[in-house]
């Protein structure tokens, strides 16, 4: 159950990003959806679902938007797995934890996206990955991981009742 509703969810987020949310760019900035979606996953489910997710939502993102397949895919793979150590070790009340782990993940992913199209064209320069970076971009995904977790972790979170 839980699988067909992650990859309903990957397909729905892919349709969203593809179709919706490029009408609401600001300053030619478009949130990362799939990062977000990735973060939510790996704090509800752990490291081990958040890495491989992460590889099938990146191969999925690649294989529409990229020119070169396995860069997003690599980079949610980490992302999955670092931020799946933090599934035990926060309170999932708490919605300033996600928040966190956006900011943190976006700049991770788009310096580091940034520097491996660096190293495979040489055609970025600097200020154009700084501004990358620390970009808008930021605040999109910190408004969304809020929508994305309260969703997500209505649908994951069983309640525990226990009778003595």
């Known amino acids: ?36 979606l990735i973060i939510v996953v790996s704090l509800l489910k752990g490291r081990f679902v958040g890495s491989i997710y992460g590889v099938f939502v990146g191969l999925l993102t690649d294989i529409l938007y990229s020119t070169t397949i396995g860069i997003s895919s690599l980079i949610l793979f980490f992302v999955g797995y670092f931020i799946g150590f933090a599934k035990d070790s926060f309170a999932r009340d708490n919605l300033l934890n996600p928040v966190i782990f956006t900011v943190l993940s976006t700049i991770f992913y788009n310096a580091l996206y940034s520097l491996i199209i660096y190293f495979l064209t040489a055609d970025i320069s600097l200020k ?30 069983r309640p525990k009742i226990k009778f003595n």
């Open 1 to 36: 159950m839980n699988i067909l509703i992650l990859l309903a969810a990957a397909i729905i987020n892919l349709i969203l990003q593809s179709t919706v949310l490029p009408s609401i760019e600001f300053l030619g900035i478009v949130p990362n959806t799939a990062l977000v």
């Open 128 to 157: 154009l990955a700084l501004k990358n970076v620390f970009s808008f971009e930021i605040v999109y995904n910190a408004i969304f991981v809020i929508i994305y977790y309260k969703i997500f972790s209505k649908i994951f979170t």
